[in-house]
């Protein structure tokens, strides 16, 4: 069992939801991303998305787009991602990590040195938002051969045949995008994301985390009721560029509390 398919389990049983936030590497600063990430777990993150800075990020809106800038500015790369997880594993910390970005990074490295790698420095999942399920038999064959868990996206309009398809390849947890559109949008449709996620759990049998437009903690905790995962990024990157580099971390963790205080009390209600 990996280390993502034991932290739901282990939520489950304490009947909790996972709290899954998104930074990007390199952002403010190449230093200030392990910082960041401690700062994350003792906010509450079940889980972190580490975003691999891309310049040309398809599927994020303006907020994760700067935040890739800035990273590729400060001279990010794969090879110095990969040193912040191992650098992260290295204070003990057990949180899982899942590396998320798009393809060109990695078919630049090469797919199968990226897989063990990554593996190796500490990382525990990978998320390609252009990699299409049905065409990635193999890239998943060779992550999890490495102990990488391969996760895949689907959106509102996804086919039960997707659906399928992302059973046959995936492991670890689905992504569930909730809105038509690129990260950060405000069109988030509870009652959209309340019909689908019990088609997706039937289908594709593993934990559902719900990413795209949640920016506050009442919208964490009506996620959180639906869904076995709440994803937030656009929001964090935000409080970091509102801060200078040595409050972000404070902050960040602030944030984190009150989106986890919110998630837990909602659990808690009758």
Not at 5 to 26: C, N, V, Y
Not at 172 to 188: C, N
Not at 194 to 212: K, L, Q, T
């Amino acid at each position: 069992m990996s280390r993502i398919q034991h932290t739901f389990k282990r939520l489950e049983s304490e009947g909790r939801k996972a709290l899954i936030p998104f930074i990007t590497a390199g952002d403010p600063a190449p230093e200030m991303t392990l910082p960041l990430m401690q700062a994350l777990v003792a906010g509450g993150a079940d889980i972190i998305e580490l975003g691999v800075p891309f310049s040309d990020p398809m599927a994020d809106g303006p907020t994760i787009q700067r935040a890739s800038e800035r990273a590729l500015a400060a001279g990010m790369s794969m090879r110095k991602v990969l040193d912040i997880v191992r650098s992260f594993r290295a204070t003990g910390d057990q949180t899982p990590v899942v590396l998320m970005g798009y393809a060109n990074p990695i078919e630049a490295m090469g797919v199968e040195r990226f897989a063990k790698a990554s593996a190796e420095a500490g990382a525990d999942g990978v998320l390609v938002v252009d990699y299409p399920p049905e065409e990635c038999r193999d890239f998943a064959g060779i992550c999890r051969a490495a102990g990488l868990d391969p996760i895949f996206l689907l959106a509102p309009t996804s086919t039960e045949r997707r659906f399928d398809d992302v059973a046959a390849v995936g492991s670890g947890y689905i992504y569930y995008v909730s809105l038509k559109g690129v990260t950060g949008s405000a069109a988030l449709d509870l009652d959209e994301v309340a019909r689908r996620i019990p088609a997706i759990r039937e289908r594709v049998g593993m934990p559902v985390g719900v990413g795209f437009g949640i920016r506050d903690g009442a919208t964490a905790a009506k996620i959180a009721a639906l869904a076995d995962a709440v994803v937030i990024g656009s929001r964090i990157i935000e409080e970091i560029e509102g801060s200078t580099a040595e409050d972000a971390p404070e902050k960040v963790e602030a944030f984190m509390r009150g989106v986890r205080h919110a998630i837990d009390s909602a659990g808690e209600r009758p």
